[in-house]
């Protein structure tokens, strides 16, 4: 009886918001010092001068540079040409997944994960040494009789390396997609007479949308605002937002700057997220009722 | 056909995935002093070029040290703060939820430039102790969603039913509860060291010249010297990569790990 008397009024029925208090402190210790602290700093210097008094100016400077504004631009747009890119290469890659055995499966999401579990330095070192001058790549091309191009420090390195990493996060929210598919959907309609083009088309492909979507807007997001693969694929020649907070920071010490265009890079890639899986919602109650 | 052409596809997205690696490990053995592909002659002098360099090893433990305090610290803290969000209702507890989850959304650079500002105010200079922080917030909210998953799989009515038969809380705790996300605290220790030893971002905001860690050595490294030391230290780290991988295979599933599990059985 007295057990089920603590049952009743014990820790398991009513718990005491104390006791919660108590367990979720130290996470609330390291976000309140650590996270909410250094974002509030940082959002405050943006408006500051370097001498300290309030100011828009750093502010103003970002959106009146035509320089800064193609740097944003940019930014975007290497975000953008990553996600079709994850697209392009991780959809079919998926449907091939999709039609092996459960071992197998395994092992290719081994494969697809295996350059997340490796350094990034590391990673992009390699990336560096396939694209660069004593590489494979212009070994055959050599070997062919043509003169290699240059394949590094341009946006095409960067894209290549991003795709590299990010492949995964298109490929395993696709697979989760696909798998709640009906099987028996593609085989009746092949009953009933559609080619495998249009099984694919209005089946296969619409009730893919969601993992497709999930998968378009983590890739986007994680592209815009990477720092270490495209620093060392792209260098200062390929102007992204990132590399141009890590140099205001660590080179010209303009940490006013610095921190304004950081806070730039939050705003615009919230916002379009926050657009886009609106957008995705309201996408989703089509494909669900329609 | 389709299947032909199938088949043929997956293997080059294959040789595309593992082209970096691949490359890596083969030109550290190359004779050359610079990195070409496909090596020329065989030896193994940047290894002993790595092993050669003591500020390597230096920034290997820190590295190392570093990142096992955020493991230990991160599966700590988020068993804590998982079971508090799950189970309690408290003040704070959706703003701690909705901080948590927006640490996913603002980028790792901006949360570096953040840190470096704030530690310059608060006058902190840097150590071991403030790169070990800044790791925190890498890993911590991995921690917590790791274990809230390992939660809702757990039937509550486990742990009242022992309780029911006169389990102390702690014993519930400790019989029930804990085995349950064992597998959460495994995988969270095991991705918060993974990220802290990886971490270049952060910790160029918050290393100086006397501490550096590994990342960060090689990547100062990179940017003067073009020989094949960087390949050998690669190779070792690609070893130590493929050991953690089979660990956790072994014991979460690395699909699991980074919240993309389907069920394959």
């Known amino acids: 009886m007295a057990a089920v008397g603590r049952l009743a009024g014990g820790t398991l029925k009513r718990p005491r918001w104390r006791t919660g208090l108590l367990l979720a402190l130290p996470a609330i210790a390291i976000f309140a010092l650590l996270f909410v602290a250094p974002l509030f700093t940082l959002v405050a210097n943006s408006f500051r001068t370097q001498a300290g008094a309030f100011t828009f100016s750093n502010y103003a400077r970002f959106l009146g540079d035509p320089f800064y504004r193609d740097v944003l631009w940019n930014t975007l747009k290497v975000a953008a040409l990553t996600t079709i890119g994850c697209l392009l290469v991780g959809y079919p890659f998926a449907l091939y997944m999709r039609g092996r055995s459960a071992r197998a499966r395994n092992w290719l999401a081994l494969l697809l994960l295996s350059p997340l579990l490796i350094s990034m330095v590391i990673r992009a070192y390699g990336w560096l040494v396939v694209l660069g001058p004593n590489g494979p790549i212009a070994a055959v091309l050599t070997w062919l009789g043509l003169t290699p191009p240059q394949l590094l420090y341009n946006d095409t390195a960067v894209l290549i390396g991003m795709v590299h990493v990010m492949l995964a996060y298109m490929v395993l929210p696709l697979m989760g997609s696909l798998d709640r598919i009906d099987p028996t959907l593609v085989p009746a309609a092949k009953g009933l007479g559609a080619p495998g083009w249009t099984c694919f088309w209005r089946i296969t492909l619409p009730l893919s949308a969601p993992g497709m979507l999930a998968g378009a807007m983590i890739v986007f997001s994680l592209t815009a605002s990477s720092f270490v693969t495209p620093a060392i694929l792209g260098g200062p020649k390929v102007k992204l937002m990132p590399y141009f907070v890590y140099t205001q920071a660590t080179t010209t010490l303009d940490w006013p700057y610095a921190a304004a265009i950081g806070f730039v890079l939050v705003v615009v890639t919230t916002g379009l997220l926050l657009g886009y899986s609106r957008l995705l919602r309201r996408g989703r109650g089509e494909v669900v009722f329609g | ?265």
């Open chain 2, 1 to 265: 056909m389709t299947r032909v052409l199938g088949g043929a596809f997956a293997c080059l997205v294959g040789l595309f995935l593992v082209a970096p690696v691949a490359v890596t490990v083969a030109s550290s053995l190359t004779a050359t002093a610079y990195v070409t592909f496909p090596p020329q002659g065989i030896t193994l002098r940047w290894y002993a070029e790595v092993f050669a360099k003591p500020e390597f090893l230096s920034s290997f433990v820190l590295s190392a040290g570093v990142a096992v305090a955020a493991a230990g610290v991160s599966a700590v803290v988020g068993l804590a703060c998982g079971l508090a969000i799950h189970r309690y209702r408290f003040p704070g507890r959706g703003a701690l939820e909705a901080v948590l989850s927006s640490a996913f959304a603002v980028p790792t650079i901006v949360l570096g430039i953040g840190l470096l500002q704030w530690f310059a105010q608060m006058g902190l200079a840097s150590s071991p102790f403030t790169l070990l922080l800044a790791h925190l917030v890498l890993t911590v909210p991995y921690a917590v969603r790791l274990v809230l998953a390992g939660l809702a799989g757990l039937d509550r009515s486990a742990e009242k039913a022992a309780a029911g038969l006169g389990a102390s809380p702690f014993l519930v705790f400790w019989h029930v509860t804990l085995p349950a996300v064992r597998g959460a605290l495994i995988g969270s220790a095991f991705f918060a060291f993974i990220t802290s030893f990886d971490d270049l971002t952060v910790a160029l905001f918050v290393v100086t010249t006397d501490l550096q860690t590994l990342p960060v050595r090689i990547f100062n490294y990179m940017q003067y010297d073009y020989d094949p030391t960087v390949t050998a230290i690669g190779t070792l780290m690609v070893l130590f990569a493929v050991v953690a991988a089979v660990v956790i295979e072994r014991f979460v599933g690395v699909a699991r790990l980074f919240g993309a599990d389907q069920d394959h059985k």
